[in-house]
């Protein structure tokens, strides 16, 4: 089971970092994701990383601001956001991809596992 935490609200220009643990402490599966869901919307991919945390994927708004990264499979998955915009406010979600599967992938149906999301608020 994986569950995202450090959301909260804040103010456009303002930091936060997201983390994605694993029950247990340890990450089975490779590949672990970030997405998003605003209100109204779909789940939208933010990043992917694998498993060394030597490879990364970013969607293209994500690029400039955000960061994904991880020590290990011992260790927490975060998620570093800077320069947040109103338009970041989501539900952010970390998921991990089957295990074995090591190829990163911005498509939502191709992660199995998914913890509960946690709440990003952006204010102007």
């Known amino acids: 089971q994986l569950q995202a935490s450090g959301g909260g609200s804040v103010q456009t220009g303002d930091s936060l970092r997201l983390s994605c643990a694993a029950s247990g402490g340890t990450f089975s599966n490779p590949v672990v994701g970030w997405f998003r869901q605003a209100p109204g919307k779909g789940r939208e991919f933010v990043a992917a990383?694998?498993?060394?945390?030597?490879?990364?994927k970013y969607a293209d708004f994500a690029k400039d601001r955000f960061t994904i990264s991880r020590d290990n499979a011992n260790n927490p998955v975060y998620l570093q956001m800077n320069s947040l915009k109103p338009e970041d406010t989501a539900v952010y979600y970390c998921?991990?991809?089957?295990?074995?599967?090591?190829?990163?992938?911005?498509?939502?149906?191709?992660?199995?596992?998914w913890g509960r999301g946690t709440l990003v608020t952006v204010s102007s």
């Open positions: 998921a991990a991809r089957p295990r074995a599967v090591t190829v990163l992938t911005d498509a939502p149906h191709l992660y199995r596992y």
């Open positions: 990383i694998s498993l060394s945390g030597g490879s990364a």
